[in-house]
T-cell receptor
Framework: IAGITQAPTSQILAAGRRMTLRCTQD?????MYWYRQDLGLGLRLIHY???????GKGEVPDGYSVSRANTDDFPLTLASAVPSQTSVYFC????????????FGPGTRLTVL | GQSLEQPSEVTAVEGAIVQINCTYQ??????LSWYQQHDGGAPTFLSY????GLEETGRFSSFLSRSDSYGYLLLQELQMKDSASYFC??????????FGTGTRLKVLA
């Protein structure tokens, strides 16, 4: 059982390039999330999805897009990367009910030069 | 605006008890969660409070007072492995979470 996986583990990207971060979960969770974590700023929600086919904006959505074609996958796309998007990106999933414990993936460290 | 305040750093010795406070100001409130994150790792869930009072899970307890917009995480019988960052998080809506900036706990031998 893998839980939740992310790819790539790390990436160095030239500014202006397009990049898609992948996230897959095998827990059949309804809800999925993308966060970025910057030093001293904690985790900030970028986008979320409460079920396949539905997405919503979080605290810092600008410059990012997501899609939720099925239950398991929730890719995050940077259409034209900028240096301020240098961060560690965490994908998470939850059942969407009750305590709604979030399970986090191992993260993707992205550097935009 | 929305904000969660927690101390940046706390230091304690092995075997001691430590309390990490969290005050919040958010547009909505469904519950307060706590997560632990070791350096280089992913956050892991510790506890959740939707109602006022104390929730206990082993050595960890979490408290919430909604009237005071305040909660805390209590760690007892501290162990070296508890050295990590601890984040409080408010569920503003069912799926919208605001995280605090984290408290770095250092446990000394």
């Amino acid at each position: 059982i893998a839980g939740i996986t992310q790819a790539p583990t790390s990436q160095i990207l030239a500014a202006g390039r397009r990049m898609t971060l992948r996230c897959t979960q095998d827990m059949r969770h309804n809800a999925m999330y993308w966060y970025r974590q910057d030093l001293g700023l904690g985790l900030r929600l970028i986008h979320y999805s409460n079920t396949a086919g539905t997405t919503g904006k979080g605290e810092v959505p600008d410059g990012y897009s997501v899609s939720r074609a099925n239950t398991d996958d929730f890719p995050l796309t940077l259409a034209s990367a900028v240096p301020s998007q240098t961060s560690v990106y965490f994908c998470a999933s939850s059942s969407g009910t009750g305590v709604n414990e979030q399970f986090f993936g191992p993260g993707t460290r992205l550097t935009v030069l | 605006g929305q904000s969660l305040e927690q101390p940046s750093e706390v230091t304690a010795v092995e075997g001691a008890i430590v309390q990490i406070n969290c005050t919040y100001q958010t547009s909505g409130f469904y519950g307060l969660s706590w997560y632990q994150q070791h350096d280089g790792g992913a956050p892991t869930f510790l506890s959740y409070n939707a109602l006022d009072g104390l929730e206990e899970t082993g050595r960890f307890s979490s408290f919430l007072s909604r009237s005071d917009s305040y909660g805390y995480l209590l760690l007892q019988e501290l162990q070296m492995k508890d050295s990590a960052s601890y984040f409080c998080a408010v569920a503003e809506g069912t799926y919208k979470y605001i995280f605090g900036t984290g408290t770095r706990l250092k446990v000394l031998a």
